[in-house]
């Protein structure tokens, strides 16, 4: 264990030469959802125009908080083609720099590379962020710690690590038990302004009678378009706007919504994560109702 704590931060990455997407903060809001659609990734290091460094990230959390904030007074009856060139004007017309940690959920927190991966992994519990700029010792931006690569990173040294065998019935404040879910016949805004207002990155998507069928994450924003194109899309159910999502991104390797029991361990738990590479799963009771929410950050909290 110790070992694995003290390995530097900057010798877990598969490749030192990884490519870093980043965007400008006088580039349009566009610019950085585009982007992040075609790299599938969410969330990007911004360069700071005036101050000429890197000094914040914009993710996929900003660009939700983003339409709602824009959009989410408009009245359905006014959904008209009016509407969706507004929509469409609007990703052009805001600059990144404008909208950078809107949400409130993703502090630019820099770490040196020579720093031991107990430390990322403290600091970001403390911080309560996805992710750390790493930066070199002369403060140059050359790699991004996230959550899912330190997961990934216990999985392949699962051998040397104790404690994995414990469930979720055995520790009974592993995870977030105040389940924000919404119901399938909702709109998809709702859903989307149910993450703005609680400042989480998805919810879960139940039934008439509570029973889990699906999720909506930050993710789901790319299927309205970075243009703003498909924007009338947030205005659909939520049942129609899963079904047109691809098939294996609401299921796991089970063919069910991706969710543990209280028999689950927290081996299991970190090998659901890299199959899967979501960001949450589900606990729920033998019948299938969600009773509490299990993200990466709370398994990194386990081994804070």
Known sequence: MADFYNTNIGDIFPNSKCEIYSVHSDYPVKDAFELMIKKKILSLPVYDTKTRKYNK??????????????????????????????????????????????SGRNGYYPVESTAPLKIGIDLMTKWGVHRLPIIDSEGTLISILTQSRVVEYIQNHIQNIDGLDKTLGQLKDFGTSSVISIKHDRMVIDAFRLMHENGISAVPVVNQIGILIGNISVSDMKMVGYDGTLFSRMFLPIESFLEMKPKNQNIDIFGKVLCVLDSTTIEEIITKFNISKVHRLYKVDLEGRPSAVISQGDLLKYFA
């Open 57 to 102: 990230f914009i993710d996929m959390l900003d660009i939700v908080s983003f339409c709602i904030n824009h959009f989410s007074q408009k009245e359905l009856s006014e959904l008209d083609l009016n509407f969706i060139l507004e929509s469409k004007e609007i990703f052009q017309k805001f600059k990144i720099g404008d909208i950078c940690d809107l």
